[in-house]
């Protein structure tokens, strides 16, 4: 494990969630499953309670904590595409595995984790600042998954 890792909680289904993110992301893998040596208040001895995996090469941990917490928008992935082939496989992904699309290049998967599927034209376009970042902040935020050719659009006038 190292130092820093991020911990997300889950009911139960912390496994299948790092194995789908591995089969979505790269850099992405199951590193090592960690099984209850006791009976818990949400589980058995046994029973997956962490599992470390990686997302686009960052660390986690997956908790199976049973239901008292919910994951929020206050936390998300963010991750970065670089044209509309990008950004459609890895939102079709989750979202075509029981997710919801949200606004603005956010959706969320099936687990209640955010994800923030962002092309690098539209980062590009804000750090530009200025009329340019104006226009495309303005088309991003009539859309749901973001489309390239749009942005690339508005950031010329």
């Not at 090469?57 to 919910?70: S, W, Y």
Request: hydrophobic share 40%.
């Amino acid at each position: 494990m190292t130092k820093n890792t991020i911990c997300l909680w889950y009911n139960h289904d912390a496994e299948e969630a790092a194995r789908f993110y591995a089969t979505v992301f790269p850099d992405s893998e199951v590193t090592s499953i960690i099984r209850a040596p006791s009976d818990y208040p949400d589980g058995r001895e046994g029973d997956v309670l962490v599992v470390e995996f990686r997302v686009a090469g960052v660390a986690c941990i997956g908790l199976n904590g049973g239901p008292i917490f919910k994951h929020s928008e206050a936390f998300s992935f963010q991750i970065s595409t670089e044209d509309q082939e990008e950004t459609d496989r890895y939102w079709n992904a989750i979202v075509g595995n029981g997710g919801q699309e949200s606004e603005c290049g956010w959706c969320k998967d099936k687990w209640g984790i955010s994800w923030q599927i962002t092309p690098r034209v539209l980062t590009d376009a804000l750090a530009v600042g200025g009329a340019e970042a104006k226009r495309a902040f303005d088309a991003m935020m009539t859309m749901k998954k973001i489309d390239v050719a749009t942005i690339e659009a508005a950031r010329r006038g």
